[in-house]
DNA sequence: AGGAAATCTTGACACTCGTCCAAATTCGTT
DNA sequence: AACGAATTTGGACGAGTGTCAAGATTTCCT
């Protein structure tokens, strides 16, 4: 019974102060690890002594730094939407025109598909355990609210710079790029080699479709 | 060792015939307990005994008519497709305009939305799960693919319909109807009570903008 | 009816799991 | 250096897991 009261009386705030920094580092440290564990793994297969093994520290330390496994998986599901979320953000700002910006998002998309796959497939997991445990159901839809005003602002962009309205709302235009990333990241991660450049295509191709500003086919 | 090798030397074939016919429909009733037991917890969560009680069997049963707990896994995700695919084949046939299509097709859709939410939410499951385990990837990919040719059929005829051809390819065209379907489930399960409608709504835009016929907004 | 094969139950096994806790260790202050 | 608080360890617990096998029960043919 040492934290989560913030403890004795301590005169200083520069001590309180540092105290709770080194404790939230060890937090996000740990945090971490069952994010790398949990990446690995997956949600249904991933132990507290996995994710323990992965950080360094033995299994008991877990429970000091977090409430309990609920705890610690919520603190990473937020922590995801920390790493993942603001990537994208740049790329609305810095394009000049519709098929440059088009390029530099769908760009974006592939590297992440590339370089964070085992990234996105815990969150697609995470997302399927929603729909099961309600407990999860807030964060995740949270997440998907943050990503859906990321899509909705490129989008939006993109039609301001093709001058062409987009033909459908935020939450359609979401889901549909949400649609193509998760077969997009299945196939990666099953060893297609055409999955980026299939994924850079398509993104592309769906901003037209979503603008209306695609030929025919 | 009683079953898989068919066992002793029978004389007549309808003998083997009825005691195969007896096994496979044993298989599928409890295949189809497990159905309902991984729909109502989860794959994470969902342990043979718990299956098994949901059976009326008793737990041993299971690897006298399985192998182990995968082999009934994989036997649920093919009763899974048999289930599910079959559902939107005369709805293609019987419309005769492209609104009419799309009406009874965005029907269709919200009606397997609304009835079998549960079995959905265990195929978004399991799919998520075939990005960890390499094992559920075949038949995955085979469901996945059952269902793209699906949704081809029906963006298919309904371009036929309206008489102007698809913008997009089946893949993209599948991933778009997967993606707000998968939206939709989300807030169904979550108790949204304008889910469906707003699936309706969606799945007849999405034909719209697919083929190009949508008004701008 | 009798007996063999098929089917089902029951209990056990070797694990792994989340959780907790007392002891050991480290850290920061005096 | 020394003391108290913070941190970390590692073992223990009870519950739950998949798997297996021996025995009880049912089914079916002669």
Redesign the interface.
Not at 164 to 169: D, F, I, R
């Given at each position: 019974m040492t934290r989560s009261a913030t403890s004795t009386g301590e005169h200083t705030g520069r001590i309180a102060r540092r105290r709770v920094d080194k404790f939230e580092e060890r937090r996000r440290e740990l945090g971490d690890a069952a994010l790398q564990t949990l990446s690995e793994?997956?949600?249904?297969?991933t132990s507290l002594r996995d994710i323990a093994q992965n950080s360094g520290f033995s299994h008991g330390v877990l429970h000091y730094y977090f409430h309990d496994k609920f705890d610690l998986i919520t603190y990473c599901v937020r922590r995801y939407k920390a790493v993942c979320v603001q990537r994208y953000d740049d790329v609305v700002t810095t394009a000049s025109t519709a098929s440059g910006l088009a390029a530099e998002f769908a760009a974006a998309m592939v590297a992440t598909l590339v370089e964070d796959a085992v990234l996105h497939?815990l969150w697609?997991?995470l997302?399927?355990?929603?729909?099961?445990?309600e407990s999860f159901?807030a964060d995740?839809?949270e997440i998907?609210a943050s990503l859906e005003r990321m899509i909705e602002r490129v989008v939006r962009r993109y039609a301001e710079l093709a001058g062409?309205?987009?033909?459908?709302?935020a939450?359609?235009a979401?889901?549909?790029?949400?649609?193509?990333f998760?077969?997009a990241?299945?196939r990666q991660?099953?060893g297609d080699p055409s999955a980026p450049e299939?994924l850079r295509a398509?993104v592309v191709?769906?901003l037209a479709?979503?603008t209306?500003t695609?030929?025919?086919?």
């Open positions: 793994l997956g949600y249904a297969r497939r697609y997991d997302r399927s355990q929603s729909l099961f445990e159901r995740v839809a998907d062409t309205p987009s033909v459908c709302g939450p359609m979401y889901a549909m790029f949400d649609g193509i998760q077969q990241l299945l991660l099953s299939d398509g191709q769906m479709v979503v209306g695609c030929e025919r086919q």
